[in-house]
């Protein structure tokens, strides 16, 4: 026979069902693995946070060894998918920059293919090869750190094996740590390691490994701001260590799903600016 010590009766068993219940589903979380948090934050994208379109203000602060320089931008972007994306960028500021053009295309099985508007030279010019590795308009931000940052949330096991690492707290949030080796052919990075919120599963910072233990490149992003039920960073700082440089992107102006057509993202709105204000057209705010 069972002793009554170990048979809990009444009020006991039904507060000990209620204590299973609150440990169980934290048990269940502390075991997760990497790809399945990962997993996790892709299913938010594709359903709670999920948006077709949107337009954004900008500001880059450059700070390198000549200096601070500054860009105002306009961003626009379709998502057809978590991974495959159209972007065009419009530089609007200082002076040197204006109408310099920015369009990609990310495609849902990996890579992209990217195009730059020279106003000066008044042609489109196809960035490929090294030029990839050039920093888009003096940031610390390459063409394919921007194709890079586009294309990850929608990273599946086929594109990167998973591990965790020990949790940290970046600004007093609790995150989640883990290590993406990726697979892919077209990343110019052995390791990138990713600090996710734990309640929201929102990327607070990133850090990009060259070599896989020598630290290229750190993205933090702060001031997260919930726009509808889309959290948006408006402070993004991106440092570069071995060259003592540093971005401060600070975004003005977010807004979703505002009706962008595909015809915003050609090679003819690209080389004329003029064509942007209706190709472009977004719907006023409601």
Not at 88 to 116: I, M, N
Not at 272 to 286: F, H, L, N, W
Request: aromatic share 6%.
């Amino acid at each position: 026979m069972t002793s009554g010590f170990l048979r809990p009766r009444g009020p006991w068993r039904i507060a000990l069902c209620l204590g299973l219940v609150t440990i169980l589903p934290a048990i269940a979380l502390a075991a997760e693995s990497a790809r399945q948090i990962l997993d996790r934050g892709r299913a938010l994208d594709e359903t709670t946070r999920r948006w077709g379109d949107r337009v954004q203000s900008l500001e880059f602060t450059i700070h390198g060894r000549l200096g601070d320089r500054a860009r105002t931008l306009r961003l626009y972007e379709r998502r057809l998918s978590l991974g495959e994306h159209k972007v065009l960028v419009r530089l609007l500021d200082p002076a040197d920059v204006r109408e310099l053009g920015f369009l990609e295309f990310t495609h849902s099985g990996g890579g992209s293919e990217q195009w730059l508007y020279l106003p000066e030279f008044k042609r489109v010019r196809k960035v490929q090869g090294s030029v990839r590795n050039e920093r888009f308009v003096g940031s610390d931000l390459t063409h394919d750190d921007l194709d890079l940052v586009t294309a990850l949330p929608g990273w599946t096991q086929d594109d990167a094996d998973a591990a965790r690492a020990d949790e940290e707290t970046i600004d007093s949030i609790a995150c989640h740590v883990i290590d993406l080796t990726p697979r892919r052919a077209d990343v110019p990075y052995k390791r990138i390691r990713l600090w996710l919120g734990e309640d929201d599963l929102f990327a607070r910072r990133l850090e990009f490994f060259a070599d896989g233990t020598t630290l290229t490149k750190r993205i933090s992003q702060s001031e997260i701001r919930s726009i509808g039920t889309i959290p948006v960073a408006h402070r993004i700082m991106v440092e570069t260590p071995s060259d003592g440089t540093t971005t401060l992107i600070t975004i003005k102006e977010t807004r979703f799903d505002v009706g962008i057509g595909d015809e915003c993202f050609s090679h003819a709105t690209l080389e004329d600016v003029r064509r942007e204000a209706s190709a472009c057209k977004v719907r006023p705010p409601s």
